[in-house]
């Protein structure tokens, strides 16, 4: 674990490689699971808020789903989270014409509707953050249907955090994200140096 202020940040971030293969998994991330995204306090608020806006860039499923049980909900966990679709995907997801999932609320985004882009737990996946009394744990969330990621970023050699470069400077800010990268070169030293090190004997 790395210690930058006060956030611990597991290795993984930094040693794993990663990139969504849309094409691959179809988006699966926001259809599996048996919960909603995770959101922020103030992430359920400014969703009451924008919700008229994103309304019509939602499915009708999605909008059933947000008028019976709310824009936002607490799970078995009393967690908050997005309420989902017959218990699978987001009331968020809108699907394009290859069948691969999208964010309603992006899209509104995307067009100018509304300043808020996603709950920041997606922009971040496959980072999971753990709130502590002290500050907060990142951890590299590793899930089977992400497979087709780890290929694809081994295949391009892009590590979990340089993928996540816009999602962590959006959550953390740029100076946290230089950070990260002095970090990663020093952990790259160092394992080069125990390379050589271990030539040597």
Known sequence: MILIDDKLISDELLQRRFVCDLSACKGACCVEGDAGAPLEKDETEILEKIYPKIKPYLRKEGVKAIEEQGTWIEDSDKDLVTPLVNGAECAYVIFDDKGITKCGIEKAWEEGKVKFRKPISCQLYPIRVKKTRTGEILNYDEWPICKPACACGDKLDVKVYRFL????????????????????KLLEKESEAGKTVKKKK
């Open 165 to 184: 470069k816009d999602a962590i400077t959006r959550r953390y800010g740029k100076a946290f994200f230089d950070q990260l990268v002095e970090a990663d």
